[in-house]
Nanobody
Framework: QVQLVESGGGLVQAGGSLRLSCAAS????????MGWFRQAPGKEREFVAA????????YSADSVKGRFTISRDNAKNTVYLQMNSLKPEDTAVYYC?????????????????WGQGTQVTVSS
């Protein structure tokens, strides 16, 4: 059983920063790609960023490029999302997910396991 636990969410003013963490357990974390998604109230869940098994490849949504950075520490079984220059439209529940598919992935259906999410609220 794979378990993913997100942390680091909270309330921040526009222009501020947060770092989300996702701790994984239950299988060999370093073998698999990881991703971050988010879901705002009344909207569908959307892709944010993804990272390959060894961190060598990353991919981000256009809406967060230049502001958000995904990274991972396989020794700690943890993936991170550094979020800078936050905007009110970044307000959402943020989820991490893992996939058994090779390479970085951006589609919801490509991911096999999901965390419970962490709330990020950006005030204007």
């Amino acid at each position: 059983q794979v378990q993913l636990v997100e942390s680091g969410g909270g309330l921040v003013q526009a222009g501020g920063s947060l770092r989300l963490s996702c701790a994984a357990s239950g299988r060999t974390f370093s073998n698999y790609a990881m991703g971050w998604f988010r879901q705002a109230p009344g909207k569908e869940r959307e892709f944010v960023a993804a990272i390959s098994w060894n961190g060598g490849s990353t991919y981000s949504a256009d809406s967060v490029k230049g502001r958000f950075t995904i990274s991972r520490d396989n020794a700690k079984n943890t993936v991170y999302l550094q979020m800078n220059s936050l905007k009110p439209e970044d307000t959402a529940v943020y989820y991490c997910a893992t996939t058994t598919r090779v390479g970085v992935r951006s589609k919801i259906w490509e991911y096999d396991y999901w965390g419970q999410g962490t709330q990020v609220t950006v005030s204007s």
